[in-house]
Nanobody
Framework: QVQLVESGGGLVQAGGSLRLSCAASGSIFSINAMGWYRQVPGKQRELVAVMINGVSTNYADSVKGRFTSSRDNAKNTVYLQMNSLKPEDTAVYYC???????????????????WGQGTQVTVSS
């Protein structure tokens, strides 16, 4: 019902920058949380940066001061600006969003939570 499409991953040298984008589409009434997680093979998916109600952002300690998340509410799009990238930032980055979809009456309906397909970020040393 709600689809998330990511873009912007790739290969970059250590110290470089990348910007990820994630656009949500579907019958979205409101978005509560929207942001980014990452996962490397053999490890659990971990939070990178998630914006709550478009106001506050929770960042992983490992990315504070280097990564910045922003959101365009009109476009239901979230961005992740990643600076000073390190080899340990290499992972598949997943977009996440939750909130509510429209009901048939045009008001808030059922809740949703969705994941994107993931985009690879590789940082070479």
């Amino acid at each position: 019902q709600v689809q998330l499409v990511e873009s912007g991953g790739g290969l970059v040298q250590a110290g470089g920058s990348l910007r990820l984008s994630c656009a949500a589409s579907g019958s979205i009434f409101s978005i509560n949380a929207m942001g980014w997680y990452r996962q490397v093979p053999g490890k659990q998916r971990e939070l990178v940066a998630v914006m709550i109600n478009g106001v506050s952002t929770n960042y992983a300690d490992s990315v504070k001061g280097r990564f910045t998340s922003s959101r365009d509410n009109a476009k239901n799009t979230v961005y992740l600006q990643m600076n000073s990238l390190k080899p340990e930032d290499t992972a598949v980055y997943y977009c996440y969003a939750d909130g509510y979809i429209y009901s048939y009456s045009g008001t808030s309906g059922k809740s949703f939570s969705s994941w994107g397909q993931g985009t690879q970020v590789t940082v070479s040393s």
